[in-house]
């Protein structure tokens, strides 16, 4: 069975600070998401990693995966109070006829003033 | 325009009794999903369906379950609730990921919070 791991579970930084979330998976898979939740709201999806390598950029926001190491990384730089949500990373496994995502246990962000 | 909606947005209700969530997208994926979030915000997919047709069913009691109309909509019903069907339960929509081999991200709608007292 497929697990997926985010660390840390909660994360509190101050404005202009920079820290990574890290999301390790056990099965091989070379598709990942991160998704982004506010409090009371629905998944906004941020970035989609779809190879070895793959390193995508928005904002104060960078992610990363490594397949062969069976992780991905959200880079935070220069955090601002905005940024506060729960992050989520899910991997896809494509069986053939369905997309099966299996999220990580998040990650709280709070970036204090 | 809301590319993918729920109602009811928040249910209360009675153990014992059955409801309905109601899902629709307008995006023209074809496939739909619906997931539940726990109170420890853990995410854990339920169902999937790829153009009306049932693909995934998770571990899932019995007294879930999902029926598709069209491709457009996915409903969730719910008999004889439980104190831990209490959750959020999200709807979500993708591309059938069999077109051209490319995944596509899946798209929530805003989430049914239901409180089973």
């Known amino acids: 069975e497929l697990k997926v791991e985010q660390n840390p579970l909660f994360l509190s930084m101050q404005e202009g600070k920079n820290y990574t979330i890290y999301c390790n998976y056990s099965t091989t898979s070379d598709r990942l998401y991160w998704y982004r939740q506010d409090p009371g709201k629905s998944l906004e999806s941020l970035f989609v990693l779809l190879s070895n390598g793959a390193v995508k950029q928005e904002g104060r926001l960078m992610a990363s995966l490594d397949t062969k190491a069976r992780l991905s990384t959200l880079h935070i730089t220069a955090a601002v109070h905005d940024l506060s949500a729960t992050y989520f990373c899910a991997v896809d496994i494509y069986t053939g006829t369905a997309s099966k995502l299996t999220f990580g246990t998040g990650t709280r962000l709070q970036v204090t003033l | 325009d809301t590319a993918v909606s729920q109602t009811p947005k928040y249910l209360v209700t009675q153990m014992g009794n059955d409801k309905s969530i109601k899902c629709e997208q307008n995006?023209?994926?074809?496939?739909m999903y619906w997931y539940k979030q726990d109170s420890k915000k853990f995410l854990k997919i339920m169902f999937s369906?790829?153009?009306?047709?049932?693909?995934i069913n998770e571990t899932v009691p019995n007294r879930f379950s999902p029926k598709s109309p069209d491709k457009a909509h996915l409903n969730l019903h719910i008999n004889s609730l439980e104190l831990g069907d209490s959750a959020v339960y999200f709807c979500?929509?993708?591309?059938?990921?069999?077109?051209?081999?490319?995944?596509?991200?899946?798209?929530f709608g805003p989430g049914t919070r239901l409180l089973v007292l």
């Open positions: 979500a929509s993708s591309q059938d990921p069999a077109d051209g081999g490319a995944l596509e991200t899946q798209y």
């Open positions: 369906y790829n153009n009306k047709e049932l693909i």
């Open positions: 995006l023209g994926h074809d496939t």
